[in-house]
């Protein structure tokens, strides 16, 4: 993924699982990051249902998370653009409804000259209107689903799967493909029985995923 | 007494300067001198009527080295061992004496008193302070009712005082602590009268001289005055002679005054009257630019600026940030100002402006150490913690930090964003949990310890495919009485649709105190 870009991460429908999936797909992200800057990761979301210790499973530990919670979507907007231009943290996260397209060109200006990557994740607006149709200024748009596990041997939820649809990236073509969902880490990985059958989307994946 | 000077002829008439205490200028500057004594930790919220003795350590042995008037009525006394008044009262309320707190107190007493009623105040250690009263009292409406207002003041703040006001310090805090009234003001030239019959202790002696006075006979203070001095500096030693003499005002005894530093604060007036942005910010750097240069002579850093803007027509406009630590980095202080700029009206002009540093802490050096040898760093949020509640508040910005409970709900609280918190227990947690758990109905499990089979949440029926649990977790009973049978066994589902949930049934499934077995949705993982 370009660091210093701004990408667009949705749930696919309009349900809450998807919408965590698509939460902990980004979590996941930003811990890499933050694991390799050691620098603070700022998630501003107007919401507060977040829970942080789910988050640290991820390997998003409540050190390296700054929370900011303001008012609306355009203090959300002022803030994080203030962030990325100040430069400190290595991610920052938010979780928006309503963006115009002259404020995503905005961000991704100013993520391109901090060299900053910002991951907004996408709420709905309507319950059947994907955010995704709006036109943006992101450099990749993903489109996250959780999907059912592999079954385990004994009685239990195995690793959780996500479909993890690039629906747009500049300079490249969408794919779509289902990823076991976040470690302790943050990487995902591919599950072991398509490991074998898609060569090809597996190097894609991972070089857009890591 | 104005009629009698007018009947005298006029060459006969005293004075001005003779008649005393009419002309306070010409006063001896250590002469009016007042003594408060706030009664040692009888503070706020604190009954007088239970009986209550505070404990220190002298020496090696614990003793009583305070006491409520209750406990007082009770024989409870000074010096007492602990053990003994414990011993006689067995719910005497027994508190550890924490001098250090009570010195801060003082301090703080003694700078409200700076602040507030005379320029020169000090601690008289271990509970008192000095004020010097001269050319002062005029403005508190004369010294008796100064008085009654400073006994009024110490009894809102909850404390009993006693105030005397003498000529010496000696004088008053003798009286202070060994008068028979709560106030005495002890009129001037009256000293010696006034000091007379109080004990030879109060005249602030060393413990060995109180025991050599005692074997020579000497009971109060005017047993001491018609002996010759020399016989009585080598009975009871220099040092109490020198207390005799400042106390009765033959030898000067200076207050030393506490000290009330000023704010840093810069200030521009400018020829013209501005009212433009960018004016406006460049007044701020001008201004920053003096102050950090201020604030470097005293090694110092702002954590909270003031900006107060004079207009025109005489309004003032006030904008104010603060820092999450200290800082006095110009370019940073600027850029938060900057984002007050909006809330600056100016009106038809603004004309003088003023930077003030209300709050400030030491900042040194750094070490740097780390740095220098590239290890790695942290990096210091505090800058951008400061951009961003500039903009929309301190409270917005935090930290979540582990709770030490097990109820899910309290595991975390917000901090402030530059602490660094720990980390949580391992079990698995959802990435989503809701404020309220909503109710799950039609539910198909086994009891006790199976997960759900089938639930209806938000009008949609969820088929089980898989589930992991159940985690028991138990009320915490030290918080409320109904939490404490109260169970929860919490399970980790996913339904056919590859959505994982976190359900929690309410009551362990075979005793019905623990719950009522209803089920909840807590959360939701990815």
Redesign the interface.
């Given at each position: 993924m370009r660091a210093g870009a701004l990408h667009e991460v949705s749930a696919a429908s309009c349900a809450l699982v998807d919408d965590a999936a698509a939460t902990l797909f980004i979590a996941g992200i930003a811990a890499r990051e933050a694991l390799a800057t050691g620098a603070p990761v700022l998630w501003a979301s107007c919401r507060n249902d977040l829970y942080a210790p789910g988050v640290a499973q991820a390997g998003l530990p409540a050190a390296s998370v700054i929370h900011v919670q303001p008012r609306d979507d355009k203090a959300l907007l002022a803030v994080i653009e203030d962030a990325v231009r100040d430069g400190t943290p290595c991610v920052v996260i938010a979780e928006v409804r309503r963006i115009s397209m002259v404020a995503g060109r905005r961000l991704q200006l100013a993520s391109a000259e901090a060299d900053l990557p910002i991951l907004l994740l996408r709420q709905r607006r309507q319950r059947e209107r994907d955010p995704l149709e709006e036109p943006s200024a992101a450099w990749t748009r993903w489109r996250i689903a959780s999907a059912p596990s592999l079954p385990v041997e004994a009685a239990g939820v195995g690793r959780p799967q996500w479909q993890v649809e690039l629906a747009r990236q500049r300079g490249g073509e969408p794919f779509s493909l289902i990823l076991e969902g976040c470690d302790e880490t943050g990487r995902l990985a591919v599950p072991a029985a398509s490991a074998d059958r898609a060569v090809a989307a597996v190097g894609t994946a991972r070089q857009a995923a890591a | 007494m104005q009629q009698q000077i007018d009947a005298l002829p006029r060459h006969a008439q005293p004075a001005m300067r003779e008649l005393g205490r009419r002309s306070e200028a010409a006063d001896h500057p250590f002469k009016r001198i007042a003594t408060i004594v706030p009664a040692q930790r009888y503070r706020t919220g604190v009954s007088h009527q239970e009986p209550m003795a505070v404990v220190g350590k002298v020496g090696r042995r614990e003793q009583v080295v305070a006491v409520s008037p209750a406990a007082l009525m009770l024989g409870i006394h000074i010096g007492m061992a602990a053990t003994h008044a414990r011993a006689l009262v067995s719910d005497l309320d027994l508190r550890p004496a924490e001098p250090e707190a009570d010195a801060q107190l003082l301090d703080r007493l003694a700078l409200l008193a700076v602040r507030r009623w005379s320029p020169i105040a000090a601690v008289a250690p271990p509970d008192g302070l000095w004020l010097d009263l001269t050319g002062c009292a005029h403005l508190h409406g004369g010294e008796g009712r100064f008085c009654q207002r400073l006994l009024r003041f110490c009894r809102r703040a909850g404390f009993t005082a006693r105030v005397a006001i003498a000529d010496t310090p000696g004088v008053a805090h003798a009286l202070a602590r060994f008068g028979p009234d709560d106030l005495t003001i002890v009129t001037s030239g009256d000293t010696v009268r006034a000091l007379a019959p109080l004990p030879v202790a109060a005249l602030r002696l060393e413990q060995a001289t109180l025991i050599a006075a005692r074997r020579f006979g000497f009971e109060t203070v005017a047993d001491l005055l018609p002996v010759a001095r020399g016989p009585l500096a080598r009975r009871l030693g220099l040092p109490a002679i020198h207390r005799l003499d400042q106390a009765l005002g033959a030898v000067a005894e200076p207050i030393t005054p506490h000290s009330d530093p000023a704010m840093p604060m810069v200030e521009r007036r400018l020829l013209e009257p501005i009212g433009t942005a960018e004016a406006i910010g460049q007044v701020m750097a001008d201004l920053l630019d003096d102050l950090v240069l201020v604030l470097q002579a005293r090694g110092l850093g702002a954590r909270a600026l003031r900006l107060v803007a004079l207009r025109v027509d005489g309004g003032e406009q006030m904008v104010a940030i603060g820092t999450s630590r200290p800082s006095r980095d110009a370019a940073h202080l600027l850029r938060l100002l900057k984002l007050r700029i909006e809330r600056i009206d100016p009106g038809l002009g603004l004309e003088q402006f003023r930077l003030v540093a209300p709050h400030t802490e030491p900042l040194g050096a750094v070490d740097l150490g780390q740095v220098l040898a590239g290890e790695?760093?942290?990096?210091?949020?505090a800058?951008?913690?400061d951009?961003?509640a500039g903009?929309?508040g301190e409270e917005?910005?935090?930290?979540?930090?582990?709770v030490a409970s097990h109820v899910?709900e309290r595991?975390?609280r917000?901090v402030s964003?530059i602490a660094?918190?720990?980390?949580?227990p391992?079990?698995?947690?959802?990435?989503?949990?809701?404020?309220k758990p909503e109710p799950l109905w039609s539910v198909m499990a086994l009891l006790p310890d199976q997960p759900p089979r089938r639930f209806e949440w938000r009008g949609r029926t969820h088929k089980v495919?898989?589930?992991?649990g159940p985690e028991r977790i138990h009320g915490e009973w030290w918080r409320r009485d109904q939490e404490v049978w109260a169970v929860r066994d919490y399970f980790?589902?996913?339904d056919?649709?590859?959505?994982?949930?976190w359900v929690f049934r309410r009551g362990d499934g075979v005793d019905n105190a623990t719950g009522d077995l209803s089920w909840w949705i807590h959360?939701?993982?990815?």
């Amino acid at each position: 993924m370009r660091a210093g870009a701004l990408h667009e991460v949705s749930a696919a429908s309009c349900a809450l699982v998807d919408d965590a999936a698509a939460t902990l797909f980004i979590a996941g992200i930003a811990a890499r990051e933050a694991l390799a800057t050691g620098a603070p990761v700022l998630w501003a979301s107007c919401r507060n249902d977040l829970y942080a210790p789910g988050v640290a499973q991820a390997g998003l530990p409540a050190a390296s998370v700054i929370h900011v919670q303001p008012r609306d979507d355009k203090a959300l907007l002022a803030v994080i653009e203030d962030a990325v231009r100040d430069g400190t943290p290595c991610v920052v996260i938010a979780e928006v409804r309503r963006i115009s397209m002259v404020a995503g060109r905005r961000l991704q200006l100013a993520s391109a000259e901090a060299d900053l990557p910002i991951l907004l994740l996408r709420q709905r607006r309507q319950r059947e209107r994907d955010p995704l149709e709006e036109p943006s200024a992101a450099w990749t748009r993903w489109r996250i689903a959780s999907a059912p596990s592999l079954p385990v041997e004994a009685a239990g939820v195995g690793r959780p799967q996500w479909q993890v649809e690039l629906a747009r990236q500049r300079g490249g073509e969408p794919f779509s493909l289902i990823l076991e969902g976040c470690d302790e880490t943050g990487r995902l990985a591919v599950p072991a029985a398509s490991a074998d059958r898609a060569v090809a989307a597996v190097g894609t994946a991972r070089q857009a995923a890591a | 007494m104005q009629q009698q000077i007018d009947a005298l002829p006029r060459h006969a008439q005293p004075a001005m300067r003779e008649l005393g205490r009419r002309s306070e200028a010409a006063d001896h500057p250590f002469k009016r001198i007042a003594t408060i004594v706030p009664a040692q930790r009888y503070r706020t919220g604190v009954s007088h009527q239970e009986p209550m003795a505070v404990v220190g350590k002298v020496g090696r042995r614990e003793q009583v080295v305070a006491v409520s008037p209750a406990a007082l009525m009770l024989g409870i006394h000074i010096g007492m061992a602990a053990t003994h008044a414990r011993a006689l009262v067995s719910d005497l309320d027994l508190r550890p004496a924490e001098p250090e707190a009570d010195a801060q107190l003082l301090d703080r007493l003694a700078l409200l008193a700076v602040r507030r009623w005379s320029p020169i105040a000090a601690v008289a250690p271990p509970d008192g302070l000095w004020l010097d009263l001269t050319g002062c009292a005029h403005l508190h409406g004369g010294e008796g009712r100064f008085c009654q207002r400073l006994l009024r003041f110490c009894r809102r703040a909850g404390f009993t005082a006693r105030v005397a006001i003498a000529d010496t310090p000696g004088v008053a805090h003798a009286l202070a602590r060994f008068g028979p009234d709560d106030l005495t003001i002890v009129t001037s030239g009256d000293t010696v009268r006034a000091l007379a019959p109080l004990p030879v202790a109060a005249l602030r002696l060393e413990q060995a001289t109180l025991i050599a006075a005692r074997r020579f006979g000497f009971e109060t203070v005017a047993d001491l005055l018609p002996v010759a001095r020399g016989p009585l500096a080598r009975r009871l030693g220099l040092p109490a002679i020198h207390r005799l003499d400042q106390a009765l005002g033959a030898v000067a005894e200076p207050i030393t005054p506490h000290s009330d530093p000023a704010m840093p604060m810069v200030e521009r007036r400018l020829l013209e009257p501005i009212g433009t942005a960018e004016a406006i910010g460049q007044v701020m750097a001008d201004l920053l630019d003096d102050l950090v240069l201020v604030l470097q002579a005293r090694g110092l850093g702002a954590r909270a600026l003031r900006l107060v803007a004079l207009r025109v027509d005489g309004g003032e406009q006030m904008v104010a940030i603060g820092t999450s630590r200290p800082s006095r980095d110009a370019a940073h202080l600027l850029r938060l100002l900057k984002l007050r700029i909006e809330r600056i009206d100016p009106g038809l002009g603004l004309e003088q402006f003023r930077l003030v540093a209300p709050h400030t802490e030491p900042l040194g050096a750094v070490d740097l150490g780390q740095v220098l040898a590239g290890e790695a760093l942290m990096r210091d949020p505090a800058r951008l913690v400061d951009v961003v509640a500039g903009r929309i508040g301190e409270e917005a910005v935090y930290r979540i930090a582990p709770v030490a409970s097990h109820v899910p709900e309290r595991a975390v609280r917000r901090v402030s964003p530059i602490a660094v918190p720990g980390g949580w227990p391992k079990w698995q947690r959802p990435v989503r949990l809701f404020a309220k758990p909503e109710p799950l109905w039609s539910v198909m499990a086994l009891l006790p310890d199976q997960p759900p089979r089938r639930f209806e949440w938000r009008g949609r029926t969820h088929k089980v495919v898989a589930g992991d649990g159940p985690e028991r977790i138990h009320g915490e009973w030290w918080r409320r009485d109904q939490e404490v049978w109260a169970v929860r066994d919490y399970f980790r589902i996913e339904d056919a649709d590859g959505g994982r949930y976190w359900v929690f049934r309410r009551g362990d499934g075979v005793d019905n105190a623990t719950g009522d077995l209803s089920w909840w949705i807590h959360g939701i993982f990815a």
